[in-house]
């Protein structure tokens, strides 16, 4: 239309959400490594941190490296009011436009690298694709803890009924097709330790197939996972979830 003067968005090929929560120490060193690999990629690559009530410099520390983005990454910073890593992720995804969104957690425990494999099955058409620990070709950069290995099985065995015979439910690097994001996040309603199990159960409720790749992981300090001190919290979660996908359409 003449004398039309507006500024067409640019396409993105990607989106990816990084969910915060007082992590300036972690995020810089996080979001370069991320955007120096995106550079490597054929793709227009979004990284969208989404900030849960940060005190810190977390806002600072975004801007200084957006301002240093390869040209095919850009960097962003939106707030989350509600509490939880869950309410923080389903925001970022559900506010992207990408044909491919996903997570990754602000320690960057699984490496960067792994975007590559993701993105190869996502271009296949594979609408759910995860990292995973627990599969042919993944594994430890350092052996866990027997205490926490055996609190991490005993999580899959109580998770076991809702996912199915995905072998890994907790690693922080989910990807998914437009569509997918939309379907599934528009039903998830958990925030804490049984969102990641809650979003694998409803694609499966959706019939939605699961794609596992495998990472080299690095149990990073600070972790809140923690299955033998929050068991009664994961319990009422994981309950939570059953009685979410009882009422699902």
């Not at 957006?66 to 095919?72: D, F, K, T």
């Not at 993105?119 to 620990?133: A, F, K, M, N, Y």
């Not at 300090?221 to 929050?230: D, I, L, R």
Request: charged share 20%.
């Amino acid at each position: 239309m003449k004398g039309d003067h507006r500024v067409s968005q640019p396409v993105i090929d990607l989106d990816v959400v990084v969910p915060v929560f007082n992590e300036e120490q972690r995020l810089g060193p996080t979001l370069r490594a991320l955007t120096a690999h995106a550079a490597t990629l054929p793709l227009s690559v979004r990284f969208t941190v989404v900030d849960n009530g940060s005190v810190d410099r977390t806002a600072e520390v975004v801007d200084d490296v957006a301002a240093r983005s390869p040209e095919n990454t850009s960097v962003r910073l939106i707030g989350c009011s509600r509490q939880g890593k869950g309410a923080a992720v389903r925001r970022g995804l559900l506010a992207g436009t990408a044909r491919w969104r996903g997570f990754c957690d602000a320690d960057l425990s699984t490496p960067p690298q792994v975007l590559t494999d993701v993105v190869g099955h996502l271009q296949e058409g594979d609408p759910v694709v995860i990292g995973s620990r627990r599969i042919t070709g993944a594994g430890y950069e350092v052996a866990q803890p027997l205490l926490r290995r055996l609190g991490s099985s005993t999580f899959r065995m109580m998770t076991r009924p809702l996912v199915g015979d995905v072998a890994d439910t907790q690693c922080g690097f989910k990807f998914f097709s437009a569509e997918a994001a939309e379907q599934i996040f528009s039903r998830v309603t958990a925030n804490g330790f049984a969102f990641d199990v809650e979003v694998l159960a409803v694609a499966a409720r959706l019939g939605l197939p699961v794609t596992e790749v495998p990472v080299r992981w690095t149990d990073q300090e600070g972790s809140s996972f923690h299955v033998w001190t929050h068991g009664r919290r994961v319990l009422s979660e994981v309950r939570a979830v059953h009685a979410a996908l009882g009422r699902m359409a």
